[in-house]
């Protein structure tokens, strides 16, 4: 059995018989078919009852809101119509992510209430993306200063959303896995922030892209992770890492790259991770994509 090869191979000293690992054997974590809404953001702006209806046609039936601000419309529409239009197609929606740059925490936390969220994430670190001569650039940080203060904003932030009765994570991309001093900047980031305060949203394909053993990552996380940006890796690693949607074009729909998608299930069956989002930054035909990303996902599955 799939489990008990991941178990064993792991290290775990669990037997066959053992709750823990009968856990593991069986399907036992309800994880209905996702997507992060960001790869359908053209269809969201244009019409946002058809691109929600077209993504309930695919299979899909649980979402992760991005760019949540407090301000009154999401996609045209007030945050109780969106909730509700939702709800009509069968999605449920429990996260979102939200920008840096726009961190009205009592008037986001009230839309986060409306649209019936509890986890708040934030996708990305301050300053880690910026316009550049050729387009977006992304840089992770540059000396353990940078990672101490980033991971000290993390910690404030963690406590301001707990007292508004929200679960809050960080999303990963490639660049925190770059050695800085000696140090995996992810790693020092998470060691150094409250696992109770600040939880993990572990992107698959930006793991893969930096070229380090996602399934160790989830291993040493994976008690603090919430959710998993289901996305797969090319194989064609840029040259230039720095050139973010150049660096994002190697990101593809699962099933299409090299992840082993089997072991990344199991690990997030293993670790109760409830959330598995198909997610293809630069998406030719979204919809038909995250379709794509979901049944591949579902075929592996097996229960």
Partial sequence: ??????????????????????????????????????????????????????????????????????????????????????????????????????????????NAEILGLDTIILGAAPGFVQPGPNGLRIQGPQTKQEMDELAELLNRLGV??????????????????????GEIPFNHIMWNTDPQMVRCELDIGWLALAGVDYLNVLDNFGNRTIACHMKDFNGNRPADMGDFLGAAASLVPPGSGVVDFTAVMERMDYYNIRHGFVEIDTPRNAITEIGAGVRHLQSLRRC
Wanted: with cysteine.
């Fill in 160 to 181: 301001m959303f707990r007292r508004r009765g929200l679960q809050f994570a960080y999303h990963n991309h490639h660049v925190e896995f770059f050695e800085v001093d």
């Fill in 1 to 110: 059995m799939q489990r008990r090869r991941f178990l064993q191979s792991a290290g775990l000293g669990l037997t066959a018989t053992s709750p823990l690992a009968q856990a593991a054997f069986d399907c036992y974590v309800e994880r209905t078919p996702g997507a992060q809404l960001f790869t359908l953001r053209n269809e969201l702006a244009d019409n946002p009852i058809e691109a929600i209806r077209d993504l309930a046609n695919a299979g899909v039936r649980d979402v992760e809101l991005f760019g949540l601000t407090g301000a009154p419309e999401i996609f045209g529409m007030s945050p109780l119509s969106f909730r509700r239009l939702l709800e009509r197609n069968e999605i449920t929606m429990t996260c979102s992510h939200v920008a840096a740059d726009a961190l009205d925490i009592p008037a986001l936390a009230e």
